[in-house]
């Protein structure tokens, strides 16, 4: 069954943590995303990948690191220099020349 | 830079009436928008896009949203209203022309439709 996994669903992060938020997609797609939402904001791009080895950074980057070693992965880490990480983050993907983007299922982050 | 804006936060409509969704959008060229729809906790899913082509564009669920260039809008509607569409609503717009993340989607606020029993 093809899509985006997002892991885990819930996650508590306590103060100076740096915590990491999994995502996986096994549709072959070149480019994956990572949105934050907030209530009535909308989504807000963190970062993005377009091809394995290379990210680049969004419009709210500050305090907040990925990697993208493998075509399927790309988790995205929270910092302890995010002061306001209490959101849910969205992971999506899409496949190159393709505008439409496919998303995760999400993880809600909050701080303990 | 783009921009979108969804102007109203609530949506509420009667089961069975039709519904509009408004969306008005900013771009320095030709824009790409989309709709998607969020359901509880849960991620955001595909509705419908615009590129190029007829400025009617019909999607998912029934739902058609309309382009029109010279009031920079892109509504989304639905004839005949479902409980079952109650959920949350996002414009999205993309320039083509544009580099680095501007060339992202840019997501409005989001509209949250109650269709009522």
């Known amino acids: 069954d093809g899509g985006i996994t997002q892991s885990p669903k819930y996650l508590f992060r306590k103060e100076g943590q740096n915590v990491t938020l999994s995502c996986e997609q096994n549709l072959n797609h070149d480019a994956m995303y990572w949105y934050r939402q907030d209530p009535g904001q909308g989504l807000r791009l963190i970062y993005y990948?377009?091809?394995?080895?290379?990210?680049q950074k969004g419009d709210i980057a500050e305090g907040y690191s990925v990697s993208r070693e493998k075509k399927e992965s790309f988790p995205l880490t929270v910092t302890s220099a995010q002061k306001n990480p209490t959101a849910f983050y969205l992971c999506a993907s899409s496949a190159t020349g393709n505008e439409k983007l496919f998303f995760g299922s999400g993880t809600q982050l909050s701080v303990l | 830079a783009q921009s979108v804006a969804q102007p109203e936060d609530q949506v509420n409509v009667a089961e069975g009436n039709p519904l509009t969704v408004k969306c008005t959008y900013s771009?320095?060229?030709?824009?790409?928008l989309f709709w998607y729809v969020q359901y509880p906790n849960r991620g955001l899913q595909f509705l419908l896009k615009?590129?190029?082509?007829?400025?009617l564009v019909k999607g998912s669920y029934g739902f058609e949203a309309e382009f029109n260039k010279s009031q920079t809008s892109f509504h989304l509607k639905k004839p005949s209203a479902l409980v079952s569409d109650s959920a949350l609503y996002f414009c999205?717009?993309?320039?083509?022309?544009?580099?680095?993340?501007?060339?992202?989607?840019?997501f409005g606020s989001g509209t949250q439709l109650t269709v009522l029993p």
């Open positions: 999205a717009v993309r320039d083509p022309v544009s580099s680095g993340s501007a060339r992202q989607l840019t």
């Open positions: 771009v320095s060229g030709n824009p790409y």
């Open positions: 615009y590129i190029t082509g007829d400025n």
């Open positions: 990948s377009q091809i394995v080895n290379d990210f």
